[in-house]
Structure formats: C-alpha cells, structure tokens
C-alpha cells in the first residue's frame, strides 16, 4: 500500500507586527475585548503579495525535505482570495521555483484548503497517479479586509505555510480524514465583492463588505470540529487518548478551547498560534504544524489530528501519523524583500485606497446594498 508521507515544511511570515492597540488607533475597539473574546494579541500585515509569501514558505520546505523544485509532480495553493485567478496562483509558484515538471492547482475551501490540498495530494500519491506534491496554504486578507469594522477587522492576519508530500511504503503521513460541508450555514460568512457577482454590479474588485454572523459559525465551528476529529479517530479505531498533539484551526482560542473540551484533549496536547498571528484562513494549520516542529513537540511516530472550518461552512479532520525525522534534512537562504513600512502604515495606506474606491463607487455601492438588503 502506497502511503504519502510528510517529508518537508516550510513557513513565511510577514515581519510588519499588527497590536490591538495600533488597531484601536482607527476602531472602537481595546486589547482588553480582542483579548477576552478570542485570545488574539497581534496579528502580520504583509508588504508582499501571497505569492511572494508561497515562494519563501515552500522554499523552505523544498529544502527541509532535500526536494528539488523539479522534481515536484504537482503544486496545490489552498487559498480563499489568491492574488490572481487566470492564470491560477499554482502556475506562479511552479514559475517561481522552477517546479517545470509539476502540474499546478488551486483549490478553494476558504479556511480548510490546507487540509482539503492535503486529502488531494495523498489522495493522488496513493493511487499511483504521482509521487511527489507541494501543498501551501496561505492568505493575504489584509487588502480586503473592511478596516472599518470592528466586528471582522481585528480576527484575521496574513501568513503563508507549505509541506513537502512524497510516496512511501512506510505506513505514516494522512491516514483517516472527515470532510464535509454545512452548506444551509453559508450565509453566515459571505465576503460581498471579491467574486464576479459583485463586480458585475458594477463594485470595484476587493471592495468588500462582510456578512459576518460570529456566534452562528461559533457554533457550527465547535459543533463540526468535534464530530469531524471524532469521525477522523473512528476510522483508524483510534481515541482522543491516542492522539499526541491537536493541531487546530486558529480562528478563535475560545473555539479551540471548546473542541478541546468536547473532544477530551488537554490545553497542553493543542498547540496555539492564534494569539501571536490571529486566524490566518488557510495558513493557520500549516504555520501551526510548522511551530509544532520547531519547538520538539512532534515527536517520531506522533499522531496528529488537525481539526478545521471555514467559509462554506466547510469542515474537516484530519489523522496525521508523522514518520521518524522531525528536523529539516536542510534550510533554503529564500528571503521576503525588506519591508520599509509599519503593519499600521500599510493598513492606513489601505484603508485610504479603500475610502478614494468608495468614494468613485458610491453610486453602485449604494444600488447594491438596497438590492442585496444589507
Ligand atoms: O475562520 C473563519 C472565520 N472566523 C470566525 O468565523 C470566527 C467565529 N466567531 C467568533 O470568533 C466570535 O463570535 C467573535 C470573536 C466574532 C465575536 O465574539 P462573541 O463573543 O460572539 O461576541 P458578540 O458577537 O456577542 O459581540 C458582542 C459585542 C457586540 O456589541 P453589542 O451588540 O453587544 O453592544 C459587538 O458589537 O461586542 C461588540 N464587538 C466589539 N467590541 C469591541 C464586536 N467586535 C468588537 C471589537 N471590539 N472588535
């Protein structure tokens, strides 16, 4: 039986630091509430595009699983909004590495790509199809953010992280997984203006207006992540007890505490990064599981499970048996270009291109909102 092992990882972090405070300059907002509601503290504003974060994280997981880029079979980039759509953001990666042999996807589950680009992945290494894939799960959201509301402006960050999936006989890497989709919720997180519906109304791409219903997706998130690690477990005969390190989505450290109690794993056997990055949508996994590494707490033969949501609603867990090698076989000198501006710099410039966009589409703003009622 042909198993897909992860051999190499990889992350990318902007270095720009976003605090509670540099957001309560420009909201009605205090660390005090960010902190109390979802464990967040700072988050990273990216000077780059999400390509230019793909191509450092999967640098370097290339070089910690000693992969050449040609020798890549397939790159999937697991992302919600990618910095461009035709051509996809996969074929900029295989340019960028010089990945000339790898087919190159995108996929789109919004918080979830990482994972569902890692049930792909395997998926084709175990039936034979190719041996070696790149999956990145990475997010910019910073440009489309409505820095003007509170309610969603202060939960997200950008970030960017990869792994390395190669063939093996060995018995480890994605062994059991739950996928699924509470699509009768799909209302609740609705990200108006980043698709053609909105831009065929005449909005300017990016202009984004959020239906955001949090306490709706809370507990759908809790109720989802819980039955789909629980399903994840079953399917490998498995129990909580088994698992040595919950590697959950990071979209609040109260969801994350409340599938931890329902699931029966201990605070100490989950790791966190939420309060240091915020919710990185579809790099929060990758960039936790990286952490994970760096800091010894995957040990060799360690059952991981991965539980996730977002947008859709989708869900899903995956079982992660890691294999011997915890440390990187070597390191990439791949580097970001140096960032001249402050994470509140670059979100004012933003917000200020955001206010002249407006400004130039009031009049279609306006016929939208009265159409969609919101
Ligand atoms: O990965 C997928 C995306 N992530 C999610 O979907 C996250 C899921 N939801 C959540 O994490 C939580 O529901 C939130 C963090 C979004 C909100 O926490 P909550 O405990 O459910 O707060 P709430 O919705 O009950 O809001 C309570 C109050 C409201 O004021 P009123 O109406 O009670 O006067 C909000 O207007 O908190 C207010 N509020 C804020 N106050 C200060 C909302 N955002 C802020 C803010 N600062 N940033």
């Not at 290494?125 to 041996?131: K, Q, S, Y």
């Not at 005449?202 to 992540?225: C, D, N, S």
Request: charged fraction near 20%; proline fraction near 5%.
């Amino acid at each position: 039986m042909i198993h897909a092992a992860i051999t190499g990882w990889g992350k990318c972090l902007p270095p720009a630091v976003l605090t509670n405070a540099d957001l309560a300059t420009f909201l009605d907002t205090d660390d005090e509430w960010i902190v109390s509601r979802t464990g967040m503290k700072e988050r990273r504003i990216s000077h780059v595009p999400l390509g230019e974060l793909a191509r450092v994280a999967a640098s370097r997981a290339l070089a910690c699983a000693g992969v050449a880029p040609e020798a890549l079979d397939l790159i999937i980039v697991g992302s919600t909004v990618g910095d461009e759509l035709a051509p996809n953001m996969a074929s900029g990666l295989q340019h960028r590495l010089g990945a000339t042999r790898a087919a190159s996807m995108d996929l789109n589950t919004a918080c979830t790509s990482f994972l569902y680009g890692l049930s792909t992945a395997t998926a084709l290494i175990r039936t034979g199809v190719l041996e070696t894939a790149l999956v990145v799960g990475g997010e910019v959201p910073s440009p489309f953010m409505d820095w003007e509301d509170r309610n969603t402006a202060v939960l997200f960050g950008d970030g960017c992280g990869a792994v390395v999936v190669r063939a093996t006989d060995r018995e480890e890497g994605l062994l059991a997984e739950r996928l699924g989709c509470a699509a009768d919720a799909r209302g609740a997180l609705d990200i108006r203006g980043v698709g053609a519906r909105f831009a065929n109304l005449g909005i300017p791409y990016g202009h984004t207006h959020w239906i955001f219903e949090g306490q709706e997706i809370f507990k759908r998130a809790v109720l989802e992540m819980t039955r789909a690690g629980e399903e994840a477990l079953a399917k490998r005969g498995l129990s909580i007890g088994d698992v040595d390190l919950v590697v959950p989505h990071q979209a609040n450290q109260r969801i994350i505490d409340a599938v931890g109690r329902r699931l029966g794993a201990s605070p100490e056997r989950t790791m966190l990064t939420v309060h240091k990055y915020a919710n990185m949508s579809a790099a929060t996994v990758p960039v936790a599981l990286v952490e994970a590494l760096e800091e010894g707490r995957v040990k060799p033969g360690a059952w991981l499970l991965l539980p996730a949501f977002g947008a859709g609603l989708t869900w899903c867990a995956h079982l992660v048996k890691w294999g011997e090698r915890t440390t990187p076989l070597g390191s990439s000198d791949a580097e970001l270009p140096p960032c001249d501006r402050t994470a509140l710099e670059i979100v004012n410039e933003l917000r200020a291109r955001r206010a002249r966009h407006a400004a130039a589409a009031r009049p279609q703003l306006d016929a939208v909102q009265a159409l969609l009622g919101a």
